[in-house]
């Protein structure tokens, strides 16, 4: 079946570093993929998503391409803010289904 | 896009007795989703609630259990059965949009003691 493989955490960084959150999966054909943000005390959040190869998805500075070729769809952050501190997931889902898989989660904890 | 609301948004229970859950969409949605986010895990599918038919399982999990309702489109609950300790978790509600986003509920956070 299908499933998504996250960077285990816990991250720590400083404001301002660089954050890489690496998310790869298994499936067949061209599932559509995504980061989900879930801050403390929240529900998730969706942060961007992808839907075919070579894709990027954007938002709030951070940024995911759709890598068929690694079956891969890292999420990135050129400068991470405190505000940045929460769990990632990365998910994906096929066109013919209406679940989610996802990952086991990314924390990430960013230090001022 | 859906806003969902989530009641209550955190309980401490005694173990043996039963916690329903609520959730309220603002829009009409066909299939609402019940996740379950065990300490320190991931999502788990606990079941996908049809307006108008029962609720379909996913593997490991079972009605008696957690029973759920859907009277309407907007409307949904879950109960937890019979509460032990290992039903300590986050137990979210979740709607898809168009078939192309997901939207989450704040969270149900369970403590059983």
């Known amino acids: 079946g299908d499933s998504v493989t996250q960077m285990e955490g816990p991250v720590t960084l400083s404001e301002e570093a660089f954050l890489t959150i690496n998310c790869t999966y298994t499936a067949t054909g061209y599932p559509s993929l995504f980061w989900y943000v879930q801050y403390p005390g929240e529900g998730l959040q969706l942060l961007l998503k992808a839907t075919k190869a070579d894709d990027k998805g954007s938002n709030k500075g951070f940024e995911a391409t759709y890598r068929k070729e690694t079956t891969s769809f890292h999420l990135e952050k050129g400068s991470v803010q405190v505000s940045d501190s929460a769990v990632y997931f990365c998910?994906?889902?096929?066109?013919?289904?209406?679940?989610?898989?996802f990952g086991a989660g990314t924390t990430v904890t960013v230090r001022a | 896009s859906a806003v969902i609301s989530q009641k209550p948004s955190r309980d401490i229970c005694q173990r043996g007795t039963s916690l329903t859950i609520q959730c309220q969409v603002d829009?009409?949605?066909?299939?609402m989703f019940w996740y379950r986010q065990q300490p320190g895990q991931s999502l788990t599918l606990i079941a996908t609630a049809n307006q108008g038919s029962e609720a379909t399982y996913e593997s490991g999990f079972v009605i008696d259990k957690f029973p759920i309702s859907r009277p309407n489109l907007t409307f949904s609950t879950l109960t937890v059965s019979n509460m032990s300790p290992e039903d300590s978790s986050i137990y979210l509600c979740?709607?898809?949009?168009?078939?192309?986003?997901?939207?989450f509920g704040q969270g149900t956070r369970l403590t059983v003691v």
């Open positions: 979740s709607v898809e949009v168009q078939n192309t986003e997901a939207f």
């Open positions: 998910a994906l889902k096929q066109s013919n289904d209406y679940k989610l898989s």
């Open positions: 829009s009409q949605v066909t299939m």
